[in-house]
Every structure is written in structure tokens, then in C-alpha cells.
């Protein structure tokens, strides 16, 4: 069983910053792509950034030149820096990671963090 716990969100001003993190533990031999993902009140869930093993990044268009997501591989914990925090950057923010056992590969889901942006 593989756990991802998130930390970061919380309430910040329009201008300001958040840094967000993911931590994987469990029964974990690799880990693939991690990544964010982020959902709005009665909107789909939407990509926002992820980041490979390798550490090759690919973001969406609206958060390019904001935010920059990174990841420490010995931790199995990927981060998300978001800067110029805008309204419409609220939302739960969820990770997730491309998990290798030794019996299977699957996605793993965090529960989410809160993101809210004031104006």
C-alpha cells in the first residue's frame, strides 16, 4: 500500500505564495512521473505540472512563469513553488505519483490541499 500526504495549502493574499509538498511512502520501489493536479468548485480536475524521475518538467500554460514544480527523489516527495498566486488558483490542489512495486504499477492519489486565493 502506497500513502501520499500533501502540506502547503492555506489562505493567501493575490500577489503572494505557497509552497506545496507531496510525500510518498510505503511499499514503494520506484516512482515515475509525480506531478499536481488541481479541481475548482464545480470544475473538472485540471493538470497543473509534472515532472519526471529525470527531472523533466511540463506545466500547463496557465501556471507557466508562476509556478515551478521540483521533486527529491531519495524522499520520494515532489513540491510545488507557486508565485504570483491569482484568484483563480483556488482550488484543492492534489498530487500524485507514478508508483512501481515489486508486484505492479499503478497511480496514487493524495487527498488534497486547500489552495484559496483572496483579491
Known amino acids: 500500500q502506497v500513502h501520499l500526504v500533501e502540506s502547503g495549502g492555506g489562505l493567501v493574499q493575490a500577489g503572494g505564495w505557497l509552497r506545496l509538498s507531496c510525500a510518498a511512502s510505503g511499499n514503494i520501489f520506484s516512482i515515475n512521473d509525480m506531478g499536481w493536479y488541481r479541481q475548482a468548485p464545480g470544475k473538472q480536475r485540471e493538470l497543473v505540472a509534472t515532472i519526471t524521475s529525470g527531472g523533466s518538467t511540463n506545466y500547463a500554460e496557465y501556471v507557466k512563469g508562476r509556478f515551478a514544480i521540483s521533486r527529491d527523489n531519495a524522499k520520494n516527495t515532489v513540491y510545488l513553488r507557486m508565485n504570483s498566486l491569482k484568484p483563480e488558483d483556488t482550488a484543492v490542489y492534489y498530487c500524485?505519483?507514478?508508483?512501481?512495486?515489486?508486484?505492479?504499477?499503478?497511480?496514487?492519489w493524495g487527498q488534497g490541499t486547500q489552495v484559496t486565493v483572496s483579491s
Open positions: 500524485y505519483a507514478a508508483v512501481r512495486t515489486l508486484e505492479t504499477d499503478f497511480d496514487s
